[in-house]
Antibody, heavy 120, light 107 residues
């Protein structure tokens, strides 16, 4: 079964750091771009970041640029999101998603999400 | 950044109805648009990409159309399992952007 499973969420104080992980299975992880998307409960979806197949090229939303780093370990079939200088507005459910193979950017496999709460 | 505007924000419909949701991009994106369904507390599911291509396993009552800046998701003969939130997303360039969502509710 093709799936991705996020972990690492939790409660963190403002200014703190957290690393999210996303373990992939059922597909050749090293062949696919990957993304992080977040969602405040009851609100819409917001794209956060993406990484290419070997990790050499990344993109970020302006709201997280300079604070978040997307990484991958193809040997471990795992995607990461290193988050630092966290703010209350970073509180959300964070989803890991696979990029649908092709020339444009759609998300065809999503995890169930992991919840990050930034609060003192 | 490309802004995506969905309408309506919510729609009430009955089982068997046809529902149409629209999405407008702030600039032309050719056909590079996706639609997702999300149920409460669940992850989104890709329904349609490239504006009109049905993702594997998605029922044929879902269809998409449009190009440039104006797009439509149509659900024919609404089923009980279709009551959910729907989002459009432009797949043209980064940052990827989503519409604000449309909630399809039971009338």
């Amino acid at each position: 079964e093709v799936q991705v499973v996020e972990s690492g969420g939790g409660l963190v104080q403002p200014g703190g750091s957290l690393r999210l992980s996303c373990e992939a299975s059922g597909f050749i992880f090293s062949n696919d771009w990957m993304h992080w998307v977040r969602q405040v409960p009851g609100k819409g979806l917001v794209w956060v970041s993406r990484i290419n197949t070997d990790g050499s090229d990344t993109s970020y939303a302006d709201s997280v640029k300079g604070r978040f780093t997307i990484l991958r370990d193809n040997a471990k079939n795992t995607l990461y999101l290193q988050m630092s200088s966290l703010r209350p507005e970073d509180t959300a459910v964070y989803y890991c998603a696979r990029d649908l193979p092709g020339p444009h950017f759609y998300l065809d496999v999503w995890g169930k999400g992991t919840t990050v709460i930034v609060s003192s | 950044d490309i802004q995506m505007t969905q309408s309506p924000s919510s729609v009430s419909a009955s089982v068997g109805d046809r529902v149409t949701i629209t999405c407008r991009a702030s600039q032309g994106i050719s056909s590079w648009l996706a639609w997702y369904q999300q149920k409460q507390g669940k992850a989104p599911i890709l329904l349609i990409y490239d504006a009109s291509t049905l993702q594997n396993g998605v029922p044929s009552r879902f269809s998409g159309s449009g190009s440039g800046t104006d797009f439509t998701l149509t659900i024919n003969s609404l089923q009980p399992e279709d009551f959910a939130n729907y989002y459009c997303q432009q797949g043209d360039n980064f940052p990827l952007t989503f519409g604000g969502g449309t909630k399809v509710e039971i009338k």
